[in-house]
């Protein structure tokens, strides 16, 4: 029984190898992930909420010994839109609770032609509860912009990590969109 077992793990793990699954980020900091994005230049974002994001996505491009979001060859554009909708109402007609939503367009561009290499979206969305201190609301309202900050930069990395691991070539299964009007 058990060498029954041990022969079909031993075969099954065969089968995985040529499922196609390789690591995005392979060899490193030296590897073709690593270098494309410590080649990227992110131009500065408008805004408390840019301001957050470019930190942001700087510190995720922290992949080589040069790289910190100031690369020559590549510049990334990202205009944001942050929204505060009230969506829970009481009799008094006072809100009672809040949804904080930051969207991001932004563009991959070869900065030495000006070509549109990825043109792509992010969003992330937080729900806030409107409590009896305005202080507490609005320190809640700042917390959940640093943790969409945060996630929208993951997004934004992650795509252009694979953007960079297929030779730059935009994936096929997510066109570019644009962002939904409020």
Known sequence: MRSLLISALVAASLTIGGC???PLYANGSKGAVA???ADIDVAPIEGHSGWLVRNALRDRFVATEGGRGQGKRLRL??????SITGFGVRADDAV?????TLRARYQLVDAASGEVLLDA????????DVVGSEYATIA???SALERLASGVADQIVARLAVFADRGGAA???A????????
Do not use: F, Q
């Open 77 to 82: 554009d990202v205009r944001l839109e942050d």
């Open 121 to 128: 979206t992010a969003a992330a969305d937080a729900g806030i």
């Open 96 to 100: 009672t609770r809040e949804r904080r």
């Open 175 to 182: 066109p570019a969109t644009t962002p939904p009007s409020p």
């Open 20 to 22: 196609g699954l390789r």
């Open 171 to 173: 994936p096929a299964a």
């Open 35 to 37: 270098t494309v994005l």
């Open 140 to 142: 809640a309202e700042s």
